[in-house]
């Protein structure tokens, strides 16, 4: 296995500050709902639900999905509820010996949606419905082939794609380095929900950075960090799906 990088403790610390300023109400609130997203991804997706599923059932747990949940209309439509739902299953309870194996079996099986989508699609179903045991690895969080990602703002190092991982096993290392930082700096939340609103909001803050260094018209007109880093994750608020652009 490749040498990994060392992410650095005091950028780690930084954006927690940051993270945490934005208030106790926020951060408890966003845990709340991520919860409750991951609650009802393991309820439904469950080996006794699965197969009764119907389409508006899918379609709520796509809305929930910020890779597909603008094309999920169309992703159910040319893949079939059916052949959909036999994905998932193999996806979540097949005999395949890999993460890559898994993920690659659903993205051949999805049309509708590109690759990149599909991938981050089955991630999160992964992630969600046993967050325990699966990391979240979506093409935001960290992507070899363009290298970049929130994980590449956790190191005062130009990225390189072998850095932060080429493959799920890899890449599990990093994001359990995250977690094991943010233990040390006294967030003691059980399981990885919080190392996902911490990489949310580090992406989200570039994001609001970049928008606003170019684009000094756009003020007012993009949502903020926090609504962003809530999209990303797939749990906005009502009031806020109407800041989407």
């Known amino acids: ?21 934005e208030g106790e109400e926020f951060v408890q609130e966003f845990y709340k709902d991520l919860l409750a997203k991951s609650l009802l991804f393991q309820k439904s997706l469950s080996k006794e639900n699965l197969a009764s599923l119907s389409k508006e059932d899918l379609d709520r747990i796509l809305e929930k999905v910020f890779s597909v949940r603008r094309k999920r209309q169309r992703l159910v439509e040319e893949t079939g ?28 099986s999805i049309k509708g949606v590109d690759r990149k989508a ?42 390189k794609r072998h850095m932060y991982g080429e493959t799920y096993e890899e890449f599990e290392q990093i994001y359990k380095q995250i977690q094991e ?25 570039y994001v609001d950075y970049m928008t606003l260094s170019t684009m000094h018209s756009a003020k007012g007109f993009f949502p903020p960090a926090g609504v962003m880093a809530r999209r990303l994750l797939g749990v906005q608020r009502p009031q806020d799906i109407e800041l989407e652009v």
């Open 1 to 21: 296995m490749k040498k990994l990088a060392v992410l650095d403790d005091f950028l780690v610390r930084d954006y927690l500050i940051k993270i945490l300023g």
């Open 81 to 108: 509820v059916e052949n959909l739902k036999r994905a998932i299953s193999d996806l979540l309870y097949g005999k395949a010996k890999s993460w890559e194996e898994r993920v690659e079996n659903f993205v051949k």
């Open 118 to 159: 599909a991938r981050d699609l089955a991630s999160e179903l992964l992630h969600f419905t046993f967050p325990e045991d699966y990391v979240l690895w979506t093409s935001w969080i960290w992507d070899p082939e363009s290298e970049s990602g929130a994980v590449v703002f956790l190191k005062e190092e130009p990225p």
């Open 181 to 205: 930082k943010l233990l040390d700096f006294g967030i003691k939340v059980k399981g990885y929900l919080f190392v996902d609103i911490f990489l949310a909001m580090i992406y989200a803050t």
